[in-house]
């Protein structure tokens, strides 16, 4: 059997910041292959993309990840190189270990143990990893990959995206769902001039001040059982060229809109607006879906992923829809019960990411659990 430590420490060491795979890919591609997975390479403009699958027909079961990591900073500040494993008090460090390369490393181990058991599985299983989460290449990962594989009608029942769910040890949390996110690029146009004659100028902060109070105090809704209130945050706010006795003549602003299934785009556009037309004010938005929320509270690939945490777990895991958004954004409205369980995630994106060195084996093991359970 292969050593997890060794395919993690093999795979931090594709220095795969978003979005170049650096490798991973086909690193993890002949693994498959030699356990009889069929796999094809969906490369997409700078995004390195491909499928997996092992036994007949459309997989029952996927298991979505992605190889690339996020920047990681200085390596000065690390106790050793980010993008060598380093192994200190009863852990494993280095870039990725828990955002996703432990995943990766989970389901190859699963993948290795399912196709060399004596029992054969009744249904198929496979992968979709892409290099294309972590930045702002994402479009040409899981979103182009599921065009090209599936439709509305042909398309896997389950699918399992490893992202860090779990918060003190594996298995604790299942993500069912992600709120949706909506961007925004506020333009306000004013009339730049002298302060010493503000009756010859027309300052855009001061015509929009009323406008931003109200935007940034917004109650958009309540939630419901499974997503928090919906959430506007403004984040960044621009005017003038840097003088103190030039009156701007425009105001830019940047917000997010993090909602909930309680909401839709029509809505929330139409909310905002209603802040700049209370107060007589004309603005030019332009906005950006990220993604729209999605949500998976029954069925089978639920069910079943409680049954075997609580076997293993001796407890019920918690159910939540918190945190950023993730790539099952993009498997849900094929109408694929989709839900995130991965390792715990009290450490990702920071200096020093590590997980527990037992965790991606508790991980190895209820991806078994699960996979033997539904395929």
């Known amino acids: 059997m292969t050593s997890a430590k060794d395919l993690l420490s093999d795979l931090i060491a594709f220095e795969s910041i978003s979005p170049d795979d650096a490798g991973c890919s086909l690193y993890l591609i002949n693994k498959l292959e030699k356990l009889g997975f069929t796999v094809k390479t969906y490369p997409k403009g700078l995004v ?216 839709t785009i029509q809505k929330l556009k139409n909310t905002v607006m209603g802040c700049f037309t209370q107060f007589n004010l004309e603005p030019h938005i332009s906005w950006q879906l990220s993604g729209e929320p999605f949500l998976t509270a029954s069925g089978q690939l639920l069910a079943t992923t409680k049954s075997v945490i609580k076997k293993t777990l001796g407890k019920e895991p918690i159910l939540s829809t918190d945190g950023g958004t993730s790539d099952g954004r993009f498997i849900a409205p094929y109408g694929i019960e989709v839900i995130e369980l991965g390792l715990c995630n009290h450490s990702i994106h920071q200096i020093n990411e590590s997980i527990g060195i037992n965790e991606i084996e508790k991980l190895t093991f209820l991806y078994t659990q699960i996979t033997s359970s539904l395929c």
């Open 48 to 263: 390195m993309n491909f499928y997996a699958k092992v036994g007949e027909g459309t997989p029952t079961l996927i298991f979505a990840g992605h190889t690339d990591v996020v920047p990681s900073g200085a390596s000065k500040n690390w106790l050793s190189h980010p993008f060598t494993l380093l192994e200190q008090n009863n852990k494993w460090i280095g870039r990725g270990v828990a955002d996703m390369k432990g995943a990766l490393v989970a389901m190859l181990l699963m993948a290795e143990r399912l196709t060399k058991t004596k029992e054969k599985l009744k249904a198929s299983f496979g992968f979709l990893i892409t290099s294309g989460e972590e930045g702002n290449y994402y479009n040409d990962g899981t979103p182009y990959l599921m065009q090209q594989l599936f439709t509305k009608t042909t398309k896997p029942k389950y699918c399992i995206v490893g992202e860090p769910s779990s918060n003190k040890q594996v298995g604790d949390t299942i993500k069912i769902g992600r709120r949706g996110s909506l961007n925004a690029l506020v333009t306000i146009k004013g009339k730049q001039g002298h302060v010493a004659y503000p009756k010859l100028a027309d300052n855009p902060i001061h015509k929009a001040s009323l406008a931003l109070a109200k935007l940034a105090n917004l109650s958009l809704d309540k939630g419901n059982e499974y997503f928090p209130p919906s959430s506007l945050q403004i984040t960044d706010l621009h005017a003038g060229a840097n003088s103190n006795n030039v009156i701007p003549g425009e105001l830019q602003l940047n917000f997010n809109i993090r909602y909930s299934n309680e909401q």
